[in-house]
Structure formats: C-alpha cells, structure tokens
C-alpha cells in the first residue's frame, strides 16, 4: 500500500465518520422525543444551524472524494510512486479534514475564509498529482 492509497482510505474514513455524526444527530433527536424517525426528509428543513453545517461537510467530501480518488487511483495504475505524491495525499488529507472540521465549528465570516483557504489547498494538491503524473507516467 502506498501513502496516496492509504490517504485515499482515510478519506473515505473521514467522509464515514461525518455520516456518522449525521446519523447521531437524528438517533439523538429521535430518542430524545424532538422528532420522528420520518423526519428527515431530504429538501425539508429540519435540525439547527451545526446540524446542516455537518450534512454541508459530509456533502462536500462526496462532491471531492471522486476528484482525490482518481487521480490516486491513476498514479498507482500508472506505477507513478514519488515522495511528491506521499506528500501531496498527506497534505490533501489534512486540507480536507481542516475544511470539513472548520465548517462544522462556525458558519462566520472567518470560517468561510478559512474553509476556501483549505479547499484551494486541496485543489493545488489535485494540480500536483496531475502535474506529477504527467510528469512521470
């Protein structure tokens, strides 16, 4: 296993543990008589500022895990193995936990700084593996 595949597994571990706070936000609202398991409904709102800032991150690693994956997935079918690579997953993965992380904590002005400084983050790391890639394939 290389740095990028195992960066590319914590990804999807990352975007499991959000569902996970997803999914015990609605048990706990259910349990603790706020709601009904039919609740839920997509498009309805339902929960608070926090709750829909949590299904915000979870959605946006769904919108990205496709773009990360793919290129990881490449570099490797491509045999394309370089510690630029290791480091690009690495600070990729830090970049995408920092964001989600950050856009739970706080919707303000600040955070939304922060969030698109990460995401940019992401995305010169994407630019790096195809450069690399590119590069060395």
């Known amino acids: 296993m290389t740095t990028p ?3 590319l597994l914590g990804f999807v571990v990352w975007t499991l543990v959000l569902l996970v706070g ?3 936000a609605r048990v706990g609202a259910v349990l603790g008589g706020r709601a ?4 839920f409904p997509s498009g309805v709102p339902h929960g608070g500022d926090r709750y829909w800032r949590l299904n915000r991150a979870h959605l946006n690693c769904l919108e990205n895990l496709p773009l990360f994956a793919s290129v ?6 491509a045999g394309v193995k370089m510690p630029a690579l290791d480091t690009l997953a690495r ?7 920092g964001q989600s992380v950050t856009h739970v904590a706080s919707g303000g002005p600040a955070a939304i700084n922060v969030r698109f400084a990460f995401f940019l ?5 994407v ?3 195809l450069l690399t890639i590119w590069q060395h394939a």
């Open 5 to 7: 595949l195992w960066c």
């Open 22 to 24: 997803i999914a015990c």
């Open 36 to 39: 009904k398991p039919g609740d």
């Open 72 to 77: 990881v997935l490449v570099a490797t079918v």
């Open 91 to 97: 600070v990729y993965l830090g970049a995408r936990v």
């Open 121 to 125: 983050v992401q995305l010169g790391c």
């Open 127 to 129: 630019v790096g593996f």
